[in-house]
C-alpha cells in the first residue's frame, strides 16, 4: 500500500516538473535568439524513446554547442540538415530545437502514465475491497 501512495504521488509531481520544463521551454521558443544548427547525429533505436538526434550550432560569440532533442517517426531528420535553434542569448548553452521535442514533454508524459495506470489500479482495489467488506457484512 506504501508503495501504491509513493507512485500516487511520483506521478503528479512528474508531471508538475515536465509541464514547468515545458513552459520553460515555450517561452525560450518565444523570446530567444534563432540561429541555424546543423543535425550532426541521428539515433534511430528501435524504441520511440531512443529517437534523438544532435544538432550543432554557434552562438552570437561563435562558441560551439550542441544541443540534442526527440523526433517522431514523421519528422526524422538527416545528419547535415538544417534545424532551427533557439537559445537565450545571455545562457547560450540553454536552447531547443524548435519543432522538436524536449525533454520536458518525455517526463510529463510518464508522469501522466503513472498516474492514470497506479491511480486506476488503487481505484480498482479501493472498489474490489468495499465490495469485499459488503459481501462479509
Given at each position: 500500500m506504501l508503495l501504491i501512495a509513493a507512485m500516487l504521488?511520483?506521478?503528479p509531481l512528474l508531471v508538475t516538473i515536465g509541464s514547468?520544463?515545458?513552459?520553460?521551454?515555450?517561452?525560450?521558443?518565444?523570446?530567444?535568439?534563432?540561429?541555424?544548427?546543423?543535425?550532426?547525429?541521428?539515433?534511430?533505436?528501435?524504441?520511440?524513446s531512443d529517437r534523438r538526434f544532435g544538432?550543432?550550432?554557434?552562438s552570437s560569440g561563435s562558441?560551439?554547442?550542441?544541443?540534442?532533442?526527440?523526433w517522431v517517426?514523421?519528422?526524422?531528420?538527416?545528419?547535415r540538415?538544417?534545424?532551427?535553434?533557439?537559445?537565450?542569448?545571455?545562457?547560450p548553452g540553454s536552447a531547443v530545437i524548435?519543432?522538436?521535442?524536449t525533454p520536458g514533454e518525455s517526463v510529463r508524459g510518464l508522469g501522466v502514465v503513472l498516474t492514470v495506470i497506479v491511480g486506476g489500479a488503487a481505484?480498482?482495489?479501493?472498489?474490489?475491497?468495499?465490495?469485499g467488506r459488503r459481501k462479509r457484512s
Open positions: 504521488l511520483i506521478g514547468v520544463l515545458i513552459a520553460g521551454n515555450n517561452d525560450l521558443l518565444a523570446t530567444g535568439t534563432r540561429i541555424s544548427g546543423t543535425v550532426i547525429d541521428v539515433d534511430d533505436g528501435p524504441e520511440s544538432a550543432e550550432y554557434f562558441s560551439r554547442h550542441v544541443i540534442w532533442a526527440d517517426s514523421q519528422a526524422k531528420p538527416e545528419v540538415d538544417t534545424v532551427t535553434v533557439v537559445y537565450r542569448q545571455d545562457d524548435a519543432g522538436y521535442g481505484v480498482t482495489m479501493l472498489v474490489a475491497s468495499r465490495r
